[in-house]
C-alpha cells in the first residue's frame, strides 16, 4: 500500500492534466472537499438518470441517417458465429458489419488502436489466450505473445506504443503491460486478489481497472506504471469488465450487477468517485465505450432476447439498436 500523500499527489496531477474543475478548487480553495485518498472510503449519491423512456429500443435499420446517430469511426465487437466467437467489425452508424476472423476457436475482447488502423483481440487458436494483432480489414494477424499466461482485454495507450491486458496466472489475474510489438512483457499489479480489466486514461498518465483487494469488486484508478491505486466506488453493485474514459477524463463508464440475476447496468462516475449515477434500467446492459468525440455510448443489451449492440447518449436516452442477428454480438469498443 503506497502513503496517503503519494496517492492524493497522483490524483492532483490526474485531476489537473484534464482541467477537472475539482482539481482546480483543490488549488485555490482549501475548503472543498478532499478526493479520495489511497483505499479510502468514497460514498457518492446514487442516481438514476431522468429520463422518460432511455431504453426502449428503436428498431431503427442498422442503416439509419447521419441524422439518428453518429457516422465517426468504428466499432468492433465480438460475434458469436457458428458455435465460435469471432471478431466483427461496423461503422458507428451500424452500417457495413462483417466478420474479420474465421477460426474454430474464441476470438474476442477486441479493440481499436488510437489511429483505428490495427485491432487487437484475445484468442485460444493456439491452445490458450494469447493476444493478436490485425489490420482493420481482418488481415496480417499475428499473434504477439508467448506463453506467459492466458491473457485477456488487451487496449493500446494513446500513443499507441504500449499494450495493457490482464494475464490470468494459477489462481489470480493481474495486470501487465508490454511494447506494442508484444516485447518486454511485465507485471504492474501483484498480491493475492484479482485485478482485471484495465483501460488507458485519454493522457496516458492511469489506468482504470476493476479489482477485488478489498473483498469484493469495486473500480480503481492507479498511475501507468501500476503506482498509487485508489478506489473509486465502493457502493456500486459489484462492478465487473472493462470500463471506458470519457475523452475529456472527466467520467468513467462502467457496468455493475450480476449475471445470474441479468441485472447489470451502465453506470457513470468522475475519477474522483464523485457523481455516480446509473444510466441504464432494465435489459442486462454491460460494456459501455464512449465514442471517440465523447457524445455517445455504444454498449451490449440483452433487452431483446439475445445480446445485441446498443448506442445511447451519455445520460441513457435516445438507445438505439445497431445490429439485429440471431447470433450473439457483445464487448463493443468504439474507436476512430
Not at 26 to 41: E, G, R
Not at 179 to 195: A, I, R, S, V, Y
Not at 266 to 283: C, D, E, F, K
Request: glycine share 6%.
Amino acid at each position: 500500500m503506497v502513503k496517503k500523500s503519494t496517492a492524493l499527489v497522483f490524483i492532483l496531477v490526474l485531476l489537473l492534466a484534464c482541467n477537472f474543475p475539482l482539481a482546480r478548487g483543490l488549488v485555490t480553495t482549501p475548503t472543498l472537499p478532499q478526493l479520495p485518498t489511497t483505499m479510502a472510503t468514497v460514498t457518492p449519491t446514487l442516481t438514476v438518470a431522468p429520463s422518460a423512456s432511455p431504453l426502449v429500443p428503436t428498431m431503427a435499420p442498422a442503416t439509419a441517417t447521419a441524422t439518428e446517430i453518429p457516422v465517426s469511426g468504428h466499432i468492433v465487437y465480438s460475434c458469436f458465429i457458428d458455435d465460435n466467437d469471432d471478431i466483427c467489425i461496423m461503422n458507428a452508424d451500424g452500417s457495413d458489419q462483417h466478420q474479420l476472423t474465421h477460426n474454430p476457436a474464441t476470438d474476442f475482447y477486441p479493440s481499436l488502436s488510437p489511429d483505428g488502423k490495427t485491432i487487437l483481440f484475445s484468442s485460444n487458436r493456439n491452445g490458450h489466450f494469447e493476444i493478436y494483432s490485425m489490420n482493420i480489414d481482418g488481415s496480417n494477424q499475428t499473434r504477439l505473445t508467448k506463453n506467459i499466461g492466458n491473457l485477456y482485454a488487451p487496449a493500446f495507450s494513446p500513443d499507441g506504443s504500449q499494450i495493457v491486458f490482464t494475464n490470468e496466472g494459477v489462481q489470480y489475474q493481474h495486470i501487465w503491460v508490454m511494447n506494442q510489438d508484444g516485447k518486454k512483457p511485465h507485471p504492474l499489479t501483484e498480491g493475492d486478489f484479482n485485478n482485471i480489466d484495465p483501460i488507458w486514461a485519454p493522457n496516458g498518465q492511469a489506468i482504470a481497472f476493476v479489482s477485488d483487494r478489498n473483498g469484493y469488486n469495486q473500480l480503481f484508478i492507479m498511475s501507468a506504471n501500476g503506482d498509487a491505486p485508489f478506489v473509486v466506488t465502493t457502493d456500486a453493485p459489484y462492478p465487473n469488465g472493462r470500463s471506458s474514459w470519457s475523452p475529456d477524463m472527466s467520467t468513467l463508464a462502467f457496468y455493475s450487477g450480476t449475471a445470474a440475476k441479468l441485472d447489470r447496468n451502465i453506470y457513470l462516475v468522475s475519477p474522483s468517485g464523485h457523481n455516480l449515477r446509473q444510466i441504464t434500467v432494465s435489459g442486462d446492459n454491460l460494456a459501455p465505450s464512449f465514442s471517440p468525440d465523447g457524445n455517445w455510448i455504444v454498449f451490449t443489451s440483452y433487452r431483446d432476447a439475445v445480446n445485441q449492440v446498443y448506442i445511447m447518449h451519455t445520460n441513457g436516452s435516445g438507445a438505439q439498436r445497431l445490429t439485429f442477428t440471431l447470433y450473439s454480438c457483445w464487448q463493443p469498443r468504439w474507436g476512430q
